[in-house]
């Protein structure tokens, strides 16, 4: 399936934060893949929001040097200003995605084919945009708890997100599973919620416990994916 392996792991990451380079330096030294969705029309450092919960700053990284940080990495649409596709009219949504598809390609010099949505939020219209502007896979927030492989990549549903309750039992199922079928692990979330909760630890104990096993393929969205 993925090299001769039946397991994948993969991880995505949204909105092209600071915290981003700490995450990119983890996934780096575990060696495992990841896909940052990124918002080319606001990605500046003078693009900035308050977290809602803790109260911090986070701020959008600048272009320059970005290539660079994400090297191993996918890069995919967030949508070009993280823009709600439901408040979208046609005209807009078409140019959210394919202004920030042309962007990123441009910039980090690869075709962008994933994408992300903004807030999590879809319906027909924007599926209907998303297909037209060549993207192949959209990952949705809705975590499925599970591993078997998804038919409809334009609705994809995530295994969990990094805070999930449910994440390290899930991954104790997911590395036991012997049944001979395809399985993939699939976590999301924002590199600025560890600041925000305090919790690096938490993605340094996910990544010991799935790193280094020669059973699992280790890839972007993209190579996992498609």
Known sequence: MWNGKKKAVTFSYDDGVEQDRRLVELFNAYGVKATFNLNSGIQTGANSFVEGR?????????????????????????????????????????????????????????????????????HDLSVKVLSDCGIRYARTVESTDAFALQSDLLHFKPCYHH??????????????QETGEPSLLYIWGHSYEFDADQNWDRMEKILKQLAGRSDIFYGTNAEVLL
Do not use: W
């Not at 996918?74 to 005209?91: F, R």
């Not at 805070?163 to 590395?175: A, K, S, V």
């Open 54 to 122: 803790s109260g911090i700053v986070v701020r959008r990284m600048n272009q320059q040097g970005l290539r660079e940080l994400y090297k191993g990495h996918e890069i995919a649409s967030h949508g070009l200003t993280h823009a709600n596709p439901q408040d979208c009219d046609e005209e807009t949504l078409y140019n959210e995605v394919l202004a920030d598809k042309r962007n990123l390609e441009h910039l980090f010099e690869q075709k962008v084919v994933g994408y992300a949505y903004p807030y999590g939020c879809y």
């Open 163 to 176: 805070n999930d309750d449910r994440i390290f039992e899930g991954i104790g199922r997911f590395l036991a």
